[in-house]
T-cell receptor, first 109, second 116 residues
Framework: GENVEQHPSTLSVQEGDSAVIKCTYS??????FPWYKQELGKRPQLIID?????GEKKDQRIAVTLNKTAKHFSLHITETQPEDSAVYFC????????FGTGTRLQVFP | NAGVMQNPRHLVRRRGQEARLRCSPM?????VYWYRQLPEEGLKFMVY????????ESGMPKERFSAEFPKEGPSILRIQQVVRGDSAAYFC??????????????FGEGSRLTVL
């Protein structure tokens, strides 16, 4: 079955700096890779996703890159703000989404 | 279009009691997933259902846990004889499609179970 590994588990950055979170997956048949953001006490919400027919996708300060050969994908947040502080989860599909273990991002003003 | 609705939002049970968690998927979604999140941990897949069918229950403990998604009404996750280790947030999610062409999962607000 699909196995998803996510690094780092915690990440602290200064406001305005960039943050990068990386994930690897095992099932070469996977072709959909979402990133979810979960604020404290709230539900996970999709922030960006990418399908395997593209290598990069951007949405304002957020971008995701995908390397299908190496089976890894990354989330990039530029110009971080305190409201970006949350736990971020990557995921890859089997017949259901398998989530990474999460990265707790703290952005200090 | 209402989102994924879960109830109760908070549930307190004593050891040995039963917990029933309900989930109504988004309108037009026929795929329902249950995930468990222990404090400070990630989202662990439990079970995937379509109407009247359990498609994948590989993440669900063999004993005390069961799930259903009847033809009419919400999906129900049932935990019998709860123990303290069952204390967690249980998230339901729904989607239009699945598999390796999986689309976005829409999550409910979660049901937070506390076992005393």
């Amino acid at each position: 079955g699909e196995n998803v590994e996510q690094h780092p588990s915690t990440l602290s950055v200064q406001e305005g700096d960039s943050a990068v979170i990386k994930c690897t997956y095992s099932d070469s048949a996977s072709n959909y890779f979402p990133w979810y953001k979960q604020e404290l006490g709230k539900r996970p919400q999709l922030i960006i996703d990418i399908r395997s027919n593209v290598g990069e996708k951007k949405d304002q300060r957020i971008a995701v890159t995908l390397n299908k050969t190496a089976k890894h994908f990354s989330l990039h947040i530029t110009e971080t703000q305190p409201e970006d502080s949350a736990v971020y989860f990557c995921a890859a599909p089997a017949d259901k989404l398998i989530f990474g273990t999460g990265t707790r991002l703290q952005v200090f003003p | 279009n209402a989102g994924v609705m879960q109830n109760p939002r908070h549930l307190v049970r004593r050891r040995g009691q039963e917990a029933r968690l309900r989930c109504s998927p988004m309108k037009g979604h026929s795929h329902v997933y249950w995930y468990r999140q222990l404090p400070e941990e990630g989202l662990k897949f439990m079970v995937y259902l379509q109407k009247e069918n359990i498609i994948d229950e590989s993440g669900m403990p063999k004993e005390r846990f069961s799930a259903e998604f009847p033809k009419e009404g919400p999906s129900i996750l049932r935990i019998q004889q709860v123990v303290r280790g069952d204390s967690a947030a249980y998230f339901c999610a729904s989607s239009v499609s699945t598999g390796t062409t999986a689309g976005e999962l829409f999550f409910g607000e979660g049901s937070r179970l506390t076992v005393l």
